[in-house]
T-cell receptor, first 114, second 117 residues
């Protein structure tokens, strides 16, 4: 079974632009969570989607948004990029949005904002 | 809100020796899960071991075991017979069992483990 895939793996943008990152969960998984990883703030939860609905949201500004499609693939969008948005963005999938389900992480998308 | 603290930014161990990574957490909940994740240089996060708070028995996975002290809110990871491939950043993570929390993980700051040959 294929693992969680994220595209693109690397991305360079300039301040003020917007960006869309994609995450394809493991086949059959319906929950997708997104995390931002930076040297200063560590790993922080962005949001979780289940059955095309946002179930949880972390403490991030409204510039960060996401969505999930009927095939469980998820995208996250960051508008009006700032230098501080440079980070590794990880997504994780699980069967259900339940605490006992193991989450499987993708390899991440490295976003650099210049 | 829950917090997870890893007080050891870096640790090193000799190959074949044993090392223990520390983690403490703060929560007012009684039902939750704790995890140790490994992130090698490839950056792919890999689950090492997990512990259900309602289980008193400490979890073990081959060379990896935990010491879970619920009253002290402590959750340490012991790696026995350390191997070069164990070198990575290790994250302790908390997940609530409340339905409203879903799959949300709260991570500690991480401990960078070096394994010396």
């Amino acid at each position: 079974k294929a693992g969680v895939t994220q595209t693109p793996r690397y991305l360079i943008k300039t301040r003020g632009q917007q960006v869309t990152l994609s995450c394809s969960p493991i086949s059959g998984h319906r929950s997708v969570s997104w995390y931002q990883q930076t040297p200063g703030q560590g790993l922080q939860f962005l949001f979780e989607y289940f059955s095309e609905t946002q179930r949880n949201k972390g403490n991030f500004p409204g510039r960060f948004s996401g969505r999930q499609f009927s095939n469980s693939r998820s995208e996250m969008n960051v508008s009006t990029l700032e230098l501080g948005d440079s980070a590794l963005y990880l997504c994780a999938s699980s069967l259900w949005a339940a605490s006992y389900n193991e989450q499987f992480f993708g390899p991440g998308t490295r976003l650099t904002v210049l | 809100a829950q917090t997870v603290t890893q007080s050891q930014p870096e640790m090193s161990v000799q190959e074949a020796e044993t090392v223990t990574l520390s983690c403490t957490y703060d929560t007012s909940e009684s039902d939750y899960y704790l995890f140790w994740y490994k992130q090698p240089p490839s950056r792919q996060m890999i689950l090492v071991i997990r512990q259900e708070a309602y289980k008193q028995q400490n979890a073990t996975e081959n060379r990896f075991s935990v010491n879970f002290q619920k009253a002290a809110k402590s959750f340490s990871l012991k790696i026995s017979d350390s191997q070069l491939g164990d070198a990575a950043m290790y994250f302790c993570a908390y997940r609530s069992n409340l339905e409203t929390s879903g799959s949300r993980l709260t991570f500690g700051e991480g401990t960078q483990l070096t394994v010396n040959p």
